[in-house]
Each structure stands twice: as C-alpha cells, then as structure tokens.
C-alpha cells in the first residue's frame, strides 16, 4: 500500500504524528507532504522535532493568502507530485484549506482520499472550516468520525454507511502519547505561575479578532477576568497583526495579569493547559484536549462542532456574549462550577490504529 499524507498547520501534525507512528509498524510506503499553509518554519520545525515526525518527504511553501489563493496554489503544486507518485489513498485530517485542496486535487486525478476527523459540523456557514469540512466529505471515499454526532451528519447529508468509519480521536492518540514527556516541561518556572492558578487563552477565529468589534469584545472580556487571575495568551501571527491594525497594544498592555508569549510548542502548551485553572479557546482541537485533560474549558463562540465535548466533557459552549463568558469564567475561578468530564466513547489512543487496519483491510481486498 502506498500512501500520500498531507499536512498544512500545526494542529494537523498532532493529528498526523499518531498516524505516522502507526504506519511505521506496517509495509506502507508513505510520503509526506507539507503544504507550508502554517509557514513559520521555527514553529514547524520544533512541532516536528517534539512529535519525532520525520522530516517531510515535499514542502509545498505555499505561504500566506487568501483561502482561494492558498487553495489554487496548493493544487496547482500537489497536482505533479500526486501523479508522479500514484498512491493508493491522500490522507487528510482537519478542516483547513490544505485539506480541502490536496482532497480535491486527489477526487480529480481519480485517487482515493480518506479524511480523517470527517462529520463535525458547527452549522456556521460563516466559517471557512465549515465549508472546508463539508466540502472535503463530499468526495471522500472513507470517513473517519471521531464522535457519533459526525456519523449522524455524514448521513443526513447522504454520504453512504459504507464509507463513514467511528474510530476515535488521533489527536487524543498523540497528547496520551506524549503526555509524560510533557510533564517535564519547564514552562510554569519560566512564566513564574503557580499550578492551578492561572487561565490559559488562544485566539484565531475570524469572528473574534478578524474584526475590530469582535476583538474589542474579546479585550473587555479580558480585562475583568484577569483582575483575578493570571492569563497566559500565546499569540497566533494573525491576531498579532490585528492587535496593531485595531490599535489594541495599549489596552493589553495596561493589563497588569495578562502575559503574552510566542506561539509555544506541543509539549509546553499541553504542560500550560493541563495545569491551568481554565481555558478559554475559539479553537477545535483545544476544546477536545481539555476534555481529556479534565480541564474546564470556555469556548468563545456561538457554537461547536465538537458537540461531545460539551455533553461529556468539560467544555463550556457560552456565547460571545461578554457579560456571560465573565459570569460563567468567574464562577470556574471561585470553584462555584466544577465540571466532571467524561471521557468520549473511543477516545482510548488507538484510533490510529483503527484506521491504518481498515485501509490495510481494504486495499488487500481490492488490490
């Protein structure tokens, strides 16, 4: 079986390290391919070297700009190396514009595309991930769920059974992988915090700081809660940008408790959310770590795709409403709600090894 891995930003190699690491153990010839749509190579390169990826086989370096121009650009530079290396299957994980190029590129030259993460939905039709994710099902031929809520919507979009796969979470496979190399993390000591006494925020959405009105809302959120506790805030680039665009330096500045660092890696970030009071995220895969970590989590958004992670986790889907993330942010603090997550049904750190013995199984039955 030969087989053609795409990866594009830094939550898509978490989710591919589990999977590499599965197809070492097999005959699998495989190629991996970066897309370079998360461009900052320090960053790449120290993801790389904490999760042992081996270095990959293509960097695309597509680099920044629009989701129509990173798309374009990324098929026009998969397009050779696809045909060039004919692979049974294109492996794509997530929701971001490289998974939808390199899924599209792959339905078009007539190769089959398993898409890892498959069904979630948020219903926002605003959100590039969301159309990024419905579009990639539509022509995937094996689904792989990570919730029963993606089965559900796969087959009410009429996707058949046949194709949709419930194997569990590969990002949860590599945080249970890698949590006790974590835990040697120095980061608290070099922060000077305390465990359990500070709150953990990362930004990106669009919605939240794309405009001037969401980021201040986001800004006077903050500004109440970190009279409480320390906020550690690593700074994606493009909330960096928009900070200056929107000329919010000096009101973060003036908050005494909030600490903004560069983006940080894998084992640090996990060893800062694990010991962290709460988390406030508008990210996917935060809302699904901290569910793990048994950390209380608020999403600063209207909705989720992750729906299980709300039902049994401890993620708390509040709105973007300002007075209510405070409230609800407040009460975490003083200890007045404690959240006992659930672990979700196959979230065990052997979903990678579930999807590698279907494909496996497959391509043995139908080579």
């Not at 290396?85 to 190769?111: C, F, H, R, W, Y």
């Amino acid at each position: 079986m030969k087989v053609v891995s795409i990866v594009g930003t830094r939550p898509n190699f978490m989710k591919l390290a589990a999977l590499i690491e599965e197809i070492k153990k097999h005959k699998i010839e495989h190629i991996l391919v970066h897309t370079g749509q998360h461009y900052d190579m320090g960053m790449s390169k120290l993801f790389f070297d904490e999760l042992e990826l081996s270095k990959p086989d293509v960097n695309l370096e597509v680099g920044s700009g629009t989701r129509e121009e990173q798309i374009k650009s990324i098929k026009e530079k998969l397009e050779p190396i696809i045909e060039k290396e004919k692979p049974d299957v294109v492996v794509v994980v997530g929701d971001v514009n490289s998974t939808l190029a390199a899924a599209e590129t792959a339905n078009k030259l007539g190769i089959k595309v398993a898409h890892v993460e498959s069904g979630l939905r948020s219903f926002d039709n605003t959100m590039p991930e969301e159309s990024n994710r419905v579009e990639t099902d539509k022509i995937s031929d094996f689904l792989f769920t990570t919730e029963k809520s993606g089965n559900e919507n796969l087959l009410k979009e009429g996707i058949s059974k046949d194709k949709i796969f419930f194997v569990g979470n590969v990002m949860i496979d590599t945080l249970l992988n890698h949590r006790e190399k974590a835990e040697n993390s120095k980061i608290l000591e070099k922060l000077d915090l305390d465990k359990n006494n500070y709150a953990v925020l990362t930004l990106h959405r669009p919605s939240n700081v794309d405009t001037k009105e969401g980021f201040e809302n986001i800004v006077s959120i903050l500004e109440k809660i970190q009279e409480k506790i320390k906020i550690v805030f690593p700074v994606h680039p493009r909330t960096q940008k928009n900070i200056d665009m929107f000329n919010l330096r000096e009101r973060i500045k003036s908050m005494k408790n909030l600490i903004l660092t560069e983006p940080l890696g894998y084992f640090d970030f996990m060893h800062l959310m694990a010991n962290s009071k709460l988390v406030l995220t508008d990210s996917g895969g935060i809302q699904e770590e901290t569910t793990v970590l048994g950390v209380p989590c608020i999403t600063l958004r209207n909705n989720t795709e992750r729906p299980v992670t709300v039902e049994q986790g401890t993620n708390l889907l509040v709105s973007i409403d300002a007075n209510k993330i405070i409230g609800e942010s407040l009460k975490v603090i003083d200890n007045k709600i404690k959240r006992d997550g659930k672990i979700p049904e196959l979230w065990d750190g052997k979903a990678a090894e579930r999807i590698i013995k279907i494909l496996i199984d497959y391509f043995n039955t139908h080579s």
